[in-house]
C-alpha cells in the first residue's frame, strides 16, 4: 500500500487531538502496520505521552522545519514495536518567525517528508490548535485530515473554523486535499445536549461523520499521567480504549485493510 498522511486537526483546542492522534498511531502499530506520529504542536503533547523528553533540539520537527537536522535523524523510537515518533519541542513556537522568509514555505514539510514515506504505511501529524505557517505546513504536507469534535455546542464552532481553512487551502493549494472524518468526543450517555449534538452532527454531516464516537472517560487523564496509550493499557481495559479500537476498525475497514493486534 502507497504511504497515508493523515493531519489531526482542529483550530479549537481540548477536542480530543492530541489523545485521537497518540491512540490510532499506537493502536494501528500493535497490528503490524508502520507507524510514524509527528508532533508539530510547540506544546509537545504527543511526545510527552510517550514519555519522551521535549529537549530534541537536534532531533525534533523544529530543527528538520528550518534545516537544522535533516529528517531522518530527527525520528525516535517510541519505545513500542512499529511506531516511530518525530517529536516537538517548545522552540516549535518560534519557527512561525524564522520560516517567513523561507521561499514556498508551505511547502517545507512535504518536501522533508518524501525521503521517509516509504518507510511507512501510516504517517499522522498531530497539528497545533491554531492556524500558521506550520499548521498549513501539516495540511500541505497531508492527504486527508481527521477533525476531532467535542460532543458540546461550541466544537460546532471549531468545526466551522476548520472547514473554513481546508475550502480556503484546498482552493488555492491543494484541492486533493479532503476530510478522512469528524470524530466526535468526549460523548456523554447521559447527557442530553452530548446526544442532541452527536444526533445534530450525523443529519448535517452524513457519512463525513465516523459511526465510531470516543466517549469522555477518566482513563485519558490516567493515560497521560502513565504516558501509556489507553489503546495499548490491556491491563486496565476502559471504555476510551474500546472506542479507539472500533474506530481502528472502522478506519480499515474503509480502505479493505486489516491486522490483528501482534
Known amino acids: 500500500m502507497l504511504p497515508k498522511v493523515i493531519a489531526i486537526t482542529n483550530q479549537k483546542g481540548g477536542v480530543g487531538k492530541t489523545t485521537t492522534a497518540v491512540n490510532l498511531s499506537a493502536g494501528l502499530s500493535a497490528r503490524g502496520y508502520k507507524v510514524l506520529l509527528i508532533d508539530t504542536d510547540h506544546q509537545a503533547s504527543c511526545t510527552v505521552a510517550f514519555g ?15 534545516g537544522l537536522s535533516p529528517i531522518q535523524d530527527c525520528i525516535i523510537r517510541s519505545g513500542y ?3 516511530d515518533i518525530i517529536p516537538s519541542t517548545p522552540h516549535l513556537v518560534g519557527a512561525e518567525i524564522e520560516l517567513v522568509n523561507f521561499t514556498e514555505r508551505e511547502y517545507i514539510l512535504t518536501e522533508i517528508l518524501e525521503p521517509i514515506k516509504p518507510l511507512y504505511d501510516f504517517i499522522f501529524i498531530d497539528c497545533p490548535p491554531s492556524l500558521g505557517i506550520v499548521p498549513v505546513n501539516s495540511l500541505m504536507a497531508s492527504d486527508s485530515i481527521i477533525i476531532p469534535l467535542q460532543c458540546e455546542f461550541f466544537g460546532i464552532e471549531g468545526l466551522e473554523l476548520i472547514l473554513g481553512t481546508l ?7 491543494k484541492p486533493e486535499l479532503y476530510v478522512e472524518g469528524i470524530l466526535l ?3 456523554e450517555e447521559e447527557n442530553l445536549l452530548s ?3 452527536l444526533h445534530l452532527m450525523h443529519e448535517n454531516f452524513g457519512d463525513q461523520i465516523f459511526d465510531t464516537y470516543i466517549p469522555r472517560d477518566g482513563a485519558f ?3 497521560t499521567a502513565k504516558q501509556v496509550p489507553v489503546i495499548l493499557d490491556r491491563k ?3 471504555e476510551g480504549a474500546r472506542a479507539y479500537d472500533r474506530l ?3 478506519f480499515l475497514e474503509k480502505y479493505n485493510l486489516r491486522k490483528t493486534i501482534s
Not at 537536534?58 to 530543527?63: D, G, K
Open 221 to 223: 487523564i490516567d493515560s
Open 236 to 238: 486496565n481495559y476502559s
Open 167 to 173: 475550502k480556503i487551502i484546498q482552493k488555492r493549494l
Open 52 to 66: 519522551l523528553k521535549t529537549e530534541y533540539d537536534n532531533r525534533s520537527i523544529y530543527s528538520a522545519l528550518v
Open 195 to 197: 446526544n442532541q449534538i
Open 185 to 187: 468526543t468526549m460523548h
Open 248 to 250: 481502528i476498525l472502522e
Open 81 to 83: 514495536p512499529n511506531l
